[in-house]
Nanobody, 123 residues
Framework: QVQVVESGGGLVQPGGSLRLSCAAS????????MGWFRRAPGKEREMVAT???????EYAEFVKGRFTISRINAKNTTYLQMNNLKPEDTAVYYC?????????????????WGQGTQVIVSS
């Protein structure tokens, strides 16, 4: 019913930049918040950045000043611009969408996750 798909990961050298994209599609009525999370090898998943439908953003301390989250509501998309990447940013990055979707004749609230996109920061 609802799909969330990330793209844009890859291998980059320290100090480099990447831009991740995430698109939600399907039987969507309205998207509340969207966000980016990551899981590094051997670590728990952690929040990176979130953005509400009115553009209010929140960042983890370790990415402030380096990463920027943005969103295009009309396209159900969110982006994560990552600058000055560090080796410790290496992780699988996941997109999350908290949304209301159509289920038969009903509307339901749930959050959906993408499959993840790998980011490797290495020289």
């Amino acid at each position: 019913q609802v799909q969330v798909v990330e793209s844009g990961g890859g291998l980059v050298q320290p100090g480099g930049s990447l831009r991740l994209s995430c698109a939600a599609s399907g039987s969507i009525f309205h998207i509340n918040g969207m966000g980016w999370f990551r899981r590094a090898p051997g670590k728990e998943r952690e929040m990176v950045a979130t953005i509400t439908n009115i553009g209010t953003t929140e960042y983890a301390e370790f990415v402030k000043g380096r990463f920027t989250i943005s969103r295009i509501n009309a396209k159900n998309t969110t982006y994560l611009q990552m600058n000055n990447l560090k080796p410790e940013d290496t992780a699988v990055y996941y997109c999350n969408a908290d949304l209301i979707f159509y289920s038969g004749y009903e509307r339901r609230l749930d959050d959906f996750w993408g499959q993840g996109t790998q980011v490797i920061v290495s020289s």
